[in-house]
């Protein structure tokens, strides 16, 4: 393809984009999530033909031209911030949604590995004498001891929760930041995770108190673990870039997706905080088991509603209506 040709070819896109982007972060806050996205589709085509240009053409006015408008496009998708409640509403509203609709596929990877290993691992220690005596911490080892086949008298520690969720707030740190080994750092983090729930669940299956070990865990376990599958999908997003940038660079790439990554992480802090709050005033408390679980999943799952968007399909509702 000819300098001409690759102008004719793309000088339709590079139009819309600068319409689109004419009046910066400002002017895409009034667009909706689909033509959002679209802008910043038509951001990373441009980012390629620049390359392109630069390695084929080394003509200085498309090269100006096409660099200028990069620059502007950058400006416009990443600059802008929520300055008012407005915006801090549709990011929390619109954006992030959206967003965490892309990440998906890699949040269901996460979700996937965990759930396997867990399973896997809390059937093992259940079932296996050898995993009991090899794996489990010595607190559980030595009540299976003791417990000798009578009715156990294991209660789960109070610091065992608070325990649990430090250690999740650490795991989904980890596994989004260690995305950037390939996925490599991501994987084995949701693994070791997964291994320590499963074996304290095996265990204390085996000494006969997994309904006690799941009343305390659930209430707050359920967010949380939604929340590091977020943080861990996050990080499989940034390494995938690397493993599988399209036809963008892999540097090119690598920064798009950690961008819109990170904002999908920030969601997870609240998720947290939450599970705190429940761990801290629903732990030990008098309230049944079954109740504590019920609130538990109650707020896991209104937390999941907010992240496949109701908000956005209100919001697409009212500017589907016809305007007067």
Not at 275 to 293: N, R, S
């Amino acid at each position: 393809m000819d300098i001409d040709s690759f102008i004719a070819t793309y000088r339709s896109e590079w139009t819309r984009l600068e319409a689109a982007c004419a009046e910066g972060g400002r002017g895409l806050s009034s667009l909706s999530g689909d033509e959002i996205g679209e802008v910043v589709r038509l951001y990373l085509r441009a980012s390629t033909h620049l390359a392109q240009a630069r390695t084929q053409f080394h003509d200085p006015r498309l090269d100006g031209y096409l660099n200028g408008l990069v620059t502007q496009a950058h400006a416009a998708v990443y600059s802008a911030q929520p300055r008012t409640t407005r915006g801090f509403v549709r990011l929390l509203a619109v954006r992030y949604p959206e967003a965490m609709r892309r990440t998906s596929p890699f949040v269901f990877v996460a979700a996937g590995i965990l759930l396997v290993v867990v399973l896997a691992s809390w059937a093992w220690v259940a079932t296996s004498a050898e995993a009991q005596v090899g794996l489990l911490p010595p607190a559980a080892r030595d009540a299976i001891r003791q417990t000798g086949g009578r009715s156990p008298d294991l209660g789960p520690a109070p610091s065992l929760s608070a325990y649990i969720l430090l250690n999740n707030v650490l795991v989904a740190f980890l596994a989004f930041a260690l995305g950037i080994t390939l996925c490599v750092g991501t994987i084995v983090v949701l693994i070791n995770n997964a291994l320590l729930l499963g074996v304290l669940a095996g265990a204390f299956q085996v000494v006969g108190r997994a309904g006690s070990f799941w009343a305390l865990i659930l209430p707050h376990g359920v967010l949380e673990l939604i929340a590091i599958c977020i943080a861990a999908g996050a990080g499989l997003r940034m390494g995938w870039a690397l493993i599988d940038p399209g036809d963008r660079p892999r540097g090119l790439a690598l920064r798009d997706e950690t961008r819109e990554a990170v904002v999908v992480v920030v969601g997870v802090i609240p998720a947290f905080v939450v599970a705190a709050a429940i761990e801290g005033f629903m732990t030990g408390t008098a309230l049944p088991d079954g109740l504590e679980i019920a609130i538990g999943v109650g707020v896991a799952s209104l937390y999941v509603a907010f992240l496949v968007g109701w908000p956005v399909q209100s919001r697409r509702t009212a500017r589907g209506a016809p305007r007067s």
